[in-house]
């Protein structure tokens, strides 16, 4: 047992580059902080870029990227959901987001953010992700990142020496518009650098880039004007989660998992709704009734007949979970949840309410319509919420200036609440009026 965990420790050392005792040694490796904040960053970031995609239904991703109905391809989509909110890893789990691409009636599918009643670019598909998004993922940040956080944010250095022979896994690649993590950094004998890893997200979607040489690397960032930054507190990177179902990275194994074809909650299996919001159960052929149970007990039980959405309005906050029942066949399970979300404003005080009876509050936001947030070192646009902020119910802020006749500016206030199922935001409130 020792032996293996010993094992299980070095393997991922190896694949990064570092060097490991050619003596037999039995007593368990302890992989310091900072190294364990690298490899957590390169699993995350190889779930993105390794993730196995395969629609239903023609999907498209953004304007420039279409995947084909029934068709294998790798790497999360590219789509920026940052006016919704849904960027995968951050705020929706990758079970949800597989969940929902296989149910060809999922709001994945139906729904195109790219039009009214939305206002984003980049994007079409519900759920998705971006550069900034899948570093921030990857580095374990609580507020999900614009790629102009990178170069002004004070948890990022600029290294010293920026060439391949200053670089280490994790780093951050940055230019203006875009970022991407360094995976992978292979010292040869002597101490030259060789091979080079990196991960980046692309209207393509999320993909691993090698670069074969040092020399290929500066060529690189100089032709594109990269400059390379290292986040200081790689120790906090404490979290991973292997999303063993759907994709295997480093050292993993995948797990048998099977989809539930005969129920589904529209935004996928274990999905987050807030208080208001109508959620769609869509059900197979070859049941009577949907049963539907909150917080463990029977809620409602419903007949299908022709209709195979079921239609739920006005759901009080609580834990849900619903199958489909023909005599004594009986489905598995499609779970979701209500969030209570109340947030107000005091723009005379320059205040913040929150609360949520079932939701952590996370961090808040101040952004336009279609939540672009732009960077500026002497203004405060996201930060997170302290745990006096939490227990107090309120945060004090610095207020937004007043939108521009061109109407720049970023007016919007949204509080992030999470659960154990992701994150959901308020309906955005304007701080004007």
């Not at 209207?203 to 880039?209: E, N, T």
């Not at 690397?217 to 292997?242: A, D, V, W």
């Not at 947030?373 to 203004?379: D, F, G, L």
């Amino acid at each position: 047992m020792i032996k293996r965990l010993f094992f299980l420790l070095a393997f991922p050392l190896m694949m990064l580059g570092f060097k490991t005792t050619a003596q037999v040694d039995r007593t368990p490796k302890v992989v310091d902080s900072v190294e364990l904040g690298r490899l957590n960053a390169v699993k995350k970031a190889h779930q993105m870029t390794d993730l196995p995609i395969y629609p239903i239904l023609t999907l498209q991703a953004n304007k420039h990227k279409t995947y084909e109905a029934k068709k294998n391809a790798r790497g999360l989509i590219y789509s920026s959901t940052r006016e919704i909110n849904n960027f995968v890893g951050q705020d929706v789990s990758f079970h949800t987001f597989m969940t929902a691409l296989h149910n060809p009636r999922s709001l994945l599918y139906s729904e195109k953010i790219d039009m009214p009643p939305y206002h984003g670019s980049n994007c079409r598909a519900y759920y998705g992700t971006v550069c900034s998004s899948l570093v921030t993922y990857a580095l374990g940040l609580k507020i999900t990142q614009r790629s102009a956080d990178i170069p002004v944010a004070d948890y990022m250095e600029l290294i010293n020496d920026q060439s391949a022979t200053g670089i280490c896994v994790a780093d951050v690649l940055w230019r203006d518009g875009h970022v991407a993590l360094i995976t992978d950094v292979e010292k040869k004998r002597g101490g030259s650098i060789g091979r080079i890893e990196y991960c980046e997200a692309v209207k393509s979607g999320c993909r691993r880039r090698v670069l074969e040489s040092g020399e290929e690397f500066n060529k690189m960032i100089s032709q594109r004007k990269m400059r390379i930054y290292r986040y200081k507190y790689l120790y906090q990177n404490t979290t991973y989660t292997p999303v063993c179902e759907f994709v295997a990275v480093e050292g993993e194994k995948l797990a048998p998992f099977v989809y539930n074809d005969d129920i589904c909650a529209n935004k996928g299996d274990k999905s987050c709704y807030v208080t208001g919001e109508i959620v769609i159960l869509n059900v197979a052929k070859g049941y009577d009734v949907v049963e539907i149970f909150k917080d463990s007990k029977l809620y409602k039980t419903i007949s299908i007949g022709k209709q195979l959405d079921i239609i739920l309005k006005d759901l009080p906050y609580g834990d849900y979970r619903a199958r489909v029942v023909n005599g004594e066949k009986k489905s598995d399970y499609t779970y979701w949840k209500v969030i209570d979300v109340n947030v107000r404003i005091d723009n005379k005080n320059c205040i913040i309410y929150f609360g949520s009876s079932n939701a952590k509050p996370v961090y808040y936001e101040f952004c336009n319509i279609s939540g672009d947030r732009p960077t500026n070192k002497n203004r405060i646009y996201a930060a997170e919420l302290t745990g006096k902020d939490i227990q107090s119910g309120y945060v004090r802020v610095k207020a937004p200036r007043k939108p521009t006749k061109d109407k720049k500016g970023c007016p919007y206030v949204k509080i992030h609440f999470g659960c154990e199922y992701g994150r959901v935001i308020n309906k955005p409130i304007n701080w004007f009026e």
